[in-house]
């Protein structure tokens, strides 16, 4: 059963897939912008292109006659994914949930007008001009977010009219790939946001659902998440419903981070990504039987997965550097090591700069800890460590 799987993108995330994957006997073809990204270092080989390049594309995918196309960012010419799929290449979890997702409008559109979820009210926007109408019809504060991000890049948040501009240049500045475009969301009035990492299987097998994660972010990116997140049975049941909807409405088999608001008068979607999420790195805790990387991979190559399993509560932080190094290091990890029912993950980036993240802190314990005292582990945690330039 050994497949062959081109890994587009190579992150830290995209790491733990080659690793899931190599675990199992199957070959990855690691693809990013740049040498020694961080799955590069543990797949079998690597491509260094601009996957927004489709010649580029179109020439690794016939030098490697893959049987799977895995996408883990959203900067590359998803559009090639269609033709790919009538070479007899699967693109996971298919080329529809890939072009609708890489594009926040597709996905939008999909959720609030095709599906009737319910979501904030929003707009898009091409220009200065066209993001300051549309801030006018959806009402201050509001958040403007480019169709095409990832961690929060380029996102921000407006509350006078003096950030209207400097939102959309942020924005801008933010943006992957050559869609120039942004959406513009009525604030959510929420006290909390969840991932709910949901699991498509193939050969009629039914879609499963993990413990729900809560996460909290600055500057749109996540800092902390925890398993489980507290939600009502009523919350958790609907947020379900709405992602087996968009999940089938999407097609193919894999695991995708649905992402929701939890509000007074009821749950909100948000976004949607068609792969392992980063606030989903709170797994490696061995908080569940199966982590989501390898609920990703098992989806994939159609090994069937009869139930996703609570283990332990769990926590992450992050490790974000703090300035721009052609060779970053850390210190206080042995302070880490030394702790009980903690570990931690580098990722290996060669480079670093303000804010990226550069490792992850994980706690566990037992079903009955509080997740609250669990988290504030994993955050006391993180200070331990120092990245240095």
């Not at 019809?137 to 407006?158: F, N, R």
């Not at 792969?275 to 908080?287: E, F, K, S, Y």
């Not at 029912?341 to 290996?348: E, I, Q, W, Y």
Request: charged content about 25%; hydrophobic content about 40%.
């Amino acid at each position: 059963m050994n497949k062959k799987i081109i890994l587009l993108g190579s992150g830290e995330l995209g790491k733990e897939f080659v690793i899931a994957a190599q675990r199992i006997g199957q070959t990855v073809i690691a693809v990013d912008s740049y040498e020694n990204a961080p799955a590069m270092q543990v797949a079998h080989g690597f491509e260094v292109i601009n996957m927004l390049d489709g010649a580029a594309l179109d020439s690794i995918v016939a030098k490697h006659q893959p049987d799977f196309i895995v996408p883990e960012i959203e900067a590359i010419r998803t559009e090639r994914f269609y033709d790919y799929e009538k070479q007899g290449i699967t693109v996971v979890p298919s080329a529809k949930a890939a072009n609708f997702t890489m594009n926040r409008k597709a996905i939008r559109d999909l959720a609030a007008k095709e599906l009737g979820l319910r979501t904030a009210n929003y707009r898009y926007a091409t220009s200065a001009d066209e993001l300051q109408k549309a801030v006018a019809e959806v009402g201050m504060p509001c958040v403007v977010k480019p169709l095409m991000s990832s961690s929060g890049k380029g996102q921000s948040t407006i509350k006078t009219d003096e950030d209207i501009s400097k939102a959309w240049n942020y924005a801008v500045e933010g943006s992957r790939g050559d869609v120039v475009e942004v959406i513009v969301e009525a604030f959510v009035n929420f006290h909390s946001e969840i991932t709910l990492l949901t699991v498509t299987q193939n050969n009629d097998l039914p879609t499963l659902f993990c413990a729900p994660i809560g996460h909290r972010q600055e500057r749109g990116d996540y800092q902390e998440s925890w398993q489980p997140a507290r939600i009502s049975d009523a919350a958790l049941f609907e947020a379900q419903d709405m992602a087996e909807k968009v999940t089938e409405a999407l097609g193919g088999a894999g695991l995708f981070g649905v992402e929701f608001f939890l509000t007074d008068e009821g749950v909100y979607f948000s976004e949607l990504s068609p792969r392992p999420h980063d606030t989903g790195m709170v797994t490696l805790a061995n908080t569940q039987n199966f982590n989501e990387f390898e609920l990703h991979l098992r989806a994939i190559l159609s090994l069937p997965i009869a139930e996703i399993t609570q283990e332990k509560n769990g926590a992450s932080a992050v490790l974000l550097a703090t300035e721009n190094s052609a060779n970053p290091t850390f210190s206080g990890i042995e302070n880490i090591a030394g702790l009980p029912k903690t570990d931690f993950r580098l990722f290996g980036k060669p480079t670093s700069r303000p804010y990226r993240r550069m490792g992850v802190i994980l706690t566990n314990d037992s079903l009955e800890t509080p997740i609250e005292e669990i988290t504030e582990r994993a955050k006391e945690a993180a200070k331990l460590v120092t990245i240095h330039s």
